[in-house]
C-alpha cells in the first residue's frame, strides 16, 4: 500500500480560523495561472506499444485580492470520458464568476481514452499488459467482461485513470493552498456529466481508494502526485452526473463507500436527460441514498432541459448562481 488509510476527518487545516468572506457580485479582477502540471499519469499515443508518463495539468482562477483565508472549488470537465477540456467556455465562464466573489477555482484536466492509445491493434494475450499501470487488474477484468468492443474497454479503464488523476488534483490543491490563500477547510470538488460523477466519487470514495490498488512498481507516475496530502470535501456540485463509478468500486471491490459522513450535495439535472450513464433517475437516486443517511442535499430539477443543461435557469436564477447561493448557505459563508 502506498498511501496510509486515513479517515475523512483527517486533513490539512488552514491556520485561518475565521469564515471565509464573499462577494454577493462580482467584485475582483481574476488572475489565472495556467497550465500547471499537478502531476504525470501512465498513457499512450496512437502509434506507441509502451506506455509513458504524461503531464496532467489544471488551470488556478484567483482574485486579486489580499484575503488570506479563501474558500476553493476544484471543477471537472465532462465528455463522456473520451474527451474535453477544462477550457470548455461554459467552465471558464463559472471559473471567473466564482474567482471574482472571492473563490480560487480550479479547472483540472485529466487522462481520458484519448490517451490510452489504440488497444484494437494489440493483440488479446497483451491487452492485460497493455493496461498495466494504468488501472489495476481487478478493474481491468471486470472492463473486459462487461464491455463487447475494445473502445468499451477503453473507457471503463479511463474512468478508473480519470478518478485518479482528481484525486491527485485535489491533493496539488491542498499541497498548494498557501500559494494561493486556500483555507481547506472549505474545499468543494464539482464537475458536469463525467466530470460530475468523477465529482461525486471525489467526494465520497475514501481517500485511499483509487490510488493504493497499485503500487508505485507499476505505476511509478504515483511518485508525482503528493500521495502523503489527504483532504476533506466539504460539498459536492454535481451537474447531471451519476454515481455509477460508485457502484463499479462496488462491484469490482465490494466497497459500499456512502456514509453519513459524506459531503453534503447540490444537484442539477434535467429530468429530459437521454444519456444513457446519467438519466435523471440517478438524480433521485443520489438523493435518496442522501435521504437515507440523514445528509443534507439540495436537487434542482432541470424541467424540460436534456444533457447539458449549461444555460437553463430556475427561478430565474443560473447554475452559477444557485450553486453559490447553496454554498454560502451550506458552508456558512460571511457574504458582502
Known sequence: MLLTACNKTDYVVNSEESTPVVK???????????????????????????????????????????????????????????????????????????????????SIDYRTSKELGNIAEIPPNN?????????????????????????????????????????????????????????????????ASAGAITSITLGISN??????EMDISEDPTLATTNINISYNVKNIINFWGSNIKLELVESIFGLDRYDINDPELFTAHGNKDPNAFTPYSEAIELRDIYNSLGIYNHLVTLLNAGHGAWNATADGKSLSDMSFDFLVERQNLTIE
Open 24 to 106: 454577493q457580485v462580482s467584485t475582483f479582477p481574476v488572475i489565472i495561472d495556467q497550465d500547471i502540471q499537478y502531476a504525470q499519469g501512465l498513457g499512450y499515443d496512437d502509434s506507441s506499444t509502451s506506455s509513458f508518463p504524461i503531464p496532467l495539468k489544471l488551470d488556478v482562477y484567483y482574485p486579486d485580492n489580499e484575503v488570506i483565508n479563501r474558500p476553493v472549488i476544484m471543477f471537472i470537465h465532462g465528455g463522456s470520458f473520451m474527451g474535453g477540456s477544462k477550457l470548455k467556455p461554459e467552465i471558464v465562464d463559472m471559473a471567473n464568476y466564482y474567482a471574482s466573489r472571492g473563490w480560487v477555482f480550479v
Open 127 to 191: 491487452e492485460l499488459y497493455y493496461y498495466k499501470g494504468i488501472a489495476p487488474q481487478d478493474w481491468i477484468s471486470f472492463s473486459q467482461e462487461i464491455t463487447s468492443t475494445p473502445e468499451e474497454t477503453k473507457t471503463l479503464i479511463a474512468m478508473y485513470a480519470a478518478q485518479r488523476d482528481a484525486k491527485a488534483a485535489l491533493r496539488w490543491v491542498v499541497a498548494n493552498s498557501g500559494i494561493y490563500n486556500i483555507d481547506t477547510n472549505f474545499i468543494t470538488v464539482g464537475g
Open 207 to 212: 481517500q485511499e481508494d483509487f490510488t493504493n
